[in-house]
């Protein structure tokens, strides 16, 4: 059983709980380790070479009633679908204007005594060389850690991992994150 502790920033929601909890059952996944008992952090999943990373979070997410911000394009921010993705923790981003992006995710920060931010490092499911600096820049300038999560297709778990207070120094932020990772295997290893 994974542990949650009072200052995580939840969203009460039965119906959504059960979906989560019913879909990880039925597809034989389990969630594990424990959600740091901080009020604000960057949430970071991985390895992600799939649509599926995607699909397992989200229903981890909901199991846990976690209530957790994201990052969209501002283009599917628009009627009918522009209420739901703001409830869900949707922030829309215009990524013509890339300095606005960072100013709009501070801002959730700062503005806020609870609040997790979710991403992919890796920025895509095709492999890649590097991490994408972003959510170091994000951590680093909210002054929040980093919650590393792995998701792992071999033994169908989700687990969350420990602290990563971060440093100066991006590439060994992203050596500690990248050296997480490797504990688990992907949907597509090829692409990791």
Request: aromatic share 14%; net charge positive.
């Amino acid at each position: 059983m994974i542990t949650i502790g009072p200052n995580v920033p939840r969203r009460r929601n039965a119906f959504l709980r059960g979906l989560g909890s019913s879909v990880l059952k039925l597809a034989g996944w389990r969630v594990t380790g424990k959600v740091a008992d901080v009020p604000r952090f960057v949430l970071t999943g991985g390895p992600h070479t799939s649509n599926w990373d995607f699909v397992f979070a989200l229903m981890t997410l909901w199991k846990l009633e976690l209530e957790v911000h994201w990052i969209g394009k501002h283009t599917i921010f628009r009627w009918p679908f522009r209420g739901l993705f703001t409830y869900f923790g949707g922030i829309p981003v215009d990524r013509r204007n890339p300095g606005t992006l960072f100013r709009d995710v501070i801002r959730g920060f700062s503005s806020s005594n609870q609040f997790i931010l979710a991403l992919s490092p890796e920025g895509t499911r095709s492999k890649v060389k590097r991490l994408k600096p972003g959510f170091h820049r994000i951590a680093r300038k909210a002054d929040v850690p980093i919650l590393p999560v792995g998701v792992d297709f071999k033994n169908k778990e989700i687990h969350f991992g420990d602290l990563i207070h971060t440093e100066d120094d991006f590439k060994a932020d992203s050596a500690k994150l990248r050296s997480y990772w490797e504990g688990f295997r992907p949907k597509y290893p090829e692409k990791f």
